[in-house]
DNA sequence: TGATGATCATTA
DNA sequence: TAATGATCATCA
């Protein structure tokens, strides 16, 4: 195999970089199969950051604080995510979202996951069966990234991928705190929602800062002005997933 | 030290 | 403004 263990970062690096950058045939079309995903996975699993980014040509923030989304958005761009910033999944002619995911030296999540915004205007959601909340989670592929603070952005390596659909206890954990959470909404009880509530999904705030409002209605069906929230999954859910 | 509430960047 | 991509920073 391959020289992956080696402390020296010379020509040789380089080279792998560049037969990298030729497997994976940057830009990436997007991938037809879930196999074909899976296999591109495979290619990036094990390799760090920074040669990604060089595969494509991009210089890698000095950390995330203002670069958040830099490591997703890089691995969606290698592994050929179409949807961009559209409301659909990122791979769309398989239906697959992605989500990186920061991990600890033993492979534990060290983030909550954001899955998507808290419908509060008007159009609130029938049923969990048509709920955006579980169109988004029925096929996620998720791609561990060392995330610890210790290690610079650019020697941070990807794991293992996981393509996971919700199991049936998974779903109705899911299902239990999305009503719970969705009749407050109803309710207009929305202003009592605390990330403290739910057992695997939270609702938190979901905003460029905590000055942002968004349309709702509040408790007497009026129109009022709210925070903007999103439907969050808690870490603790995110490591059975990954780790069983 | 972990989780909550706040925040950052980009696109449409 | 609202969707996407998330992580930061503070406090219990």
Redesign the pocket.
């Known amino acids: 195999m391959g020289n992956g263990g080696g402390s020296e970062h010379s020509k040789h690096e380089t080279a792998n970089i560049r037969y990298h950058a030729r497997m994976i045939r940057l830009p990436s079309p997007p991938p037809q199969s879930e196999a074909e995903l899976l296999l591109r996975c495979q290619a990036i699993a094990g390799r760090s950051l920074g040669e990604l980014a060089q595969a494509c040509a991009l210089a890698v923030p000095e ?11 890089l ?2 761009q290698i592994l050929g ?1 179409d ?8 791979f769309t002619a398989i239906a697959v ?6 991990v600890d030296h033993q492979g534990r999540p ?12 008007g159009g609130m959601e029938a049923s969990w069966e048509a709920s ?1 909340l579980r169109r ?1 989670l029925a096929r996620v592929l998720w ?1 561990p ?1 060392e ?1 610890t ?1 210790e290690i610079p952005l650019a020697e941070r390596r990807v794991g293992t991928a996981v393509l996971w659909s919700p199991s049936n206890a998974q779903e109705q954990q899911l299902r239990q705190d999305w009503e719970e959470l969705s009749e407050m909404i109803c309710m207009g009880e929305l202003e009592q ?6 057992t695997v999904l ?14 709702s209605v509040g408790a007497g069906g009026e129109a009022i ?1 709210t ?2 929230r ?1 439907y ?1 999954l ?3 859910f995110t490591r059975q997933v990954l780790l069983g």
């Open positions: 950390n995330l604080q203002r670069h958040k989304g830099w490591s997703g958005q691995l969606e995510a949807a961009r910033s559209l409301p659909e999944p990122d979202e992605m989500k990186t995911i920061p060290l983030e909550s996951t954001y899955v998507c915004t808290v419908p509060l205007d955006w988004k791609l990234v995330g603070r929602i605390t990330a403290r509530l739910g939270q609702i938190r705030p979901k905003a460029a800062d905590s000055h942002s409002r968004c349309n002005r925070h903007p999103g969050y808690r870490a603790s």
